[in-house]
């Protein structure tokens, strides 16, 4: 069994609850894949506003950063809060294969998803070559 853990999650809560926030942004949880010529990253950030969503890339990196504020107004006594607030990033170092110009995203109940396609110079493709005398032409798949 994997078990992964942040030793600085239970001081990063103490601390949000006695600063108001913390310094270090808290990292999204994702799933990704690949799906045909996509690859296809699923980020969880339920109640976010979709409005304070960025995504930029740059040399092939993709950041992607929210926020998502506290629902209580402000003044009012807290009886819990567990839910993590403030600003939550994470990057992914994407490789030469894919088409970073073309990434497509959505959000739609709490999950943001980006379908990244692969470059289409990375993608499989047939190469014909001319046999010996014969004047044959094989193709093999390259």
């Not at 894919?98 to 289409?120: F, K, M, Q, W």
């Amino acid at each position: 069994m994997l078990m992964r853990t942040d030793p600085f999650r239970e001081f990063d809560r103490l601390a949000q609850q006695v600063f108001g926030s913390t310094d270090r942004p808290v990292a999204m949880q994702m799933d990704a894949y690949r799906a045909g010529d996509d690859f296809v990253v699923h980020f969880d950030l339920p109640g976010v506003d979709p409005e304070s969503i960025d995504l930029s890339v740059e040399r092939n990196v993709l950041n992607v950063r929210a926020e998502r504020r506290a629902p209580a107004p402000e003044g009012a006594e807290l009886i819990a809060s567990e839910r993590a607030t403030g600003t939550f990033s994470r990057q992914l170092f994407l490789g030469e294969t894919l088409d970073t110009e073309r990434i497509d995203a959505s959000y739609e109940s709490g999950v943001l998803t980006l379908r990244i396609p692969v470059a289409e110079q990375a993608k499989p493709r047939k190469i014909q070559i001319s046999g010996g005398g014969s004047g044959e032409r094989k193709q093999i798949a390259g």
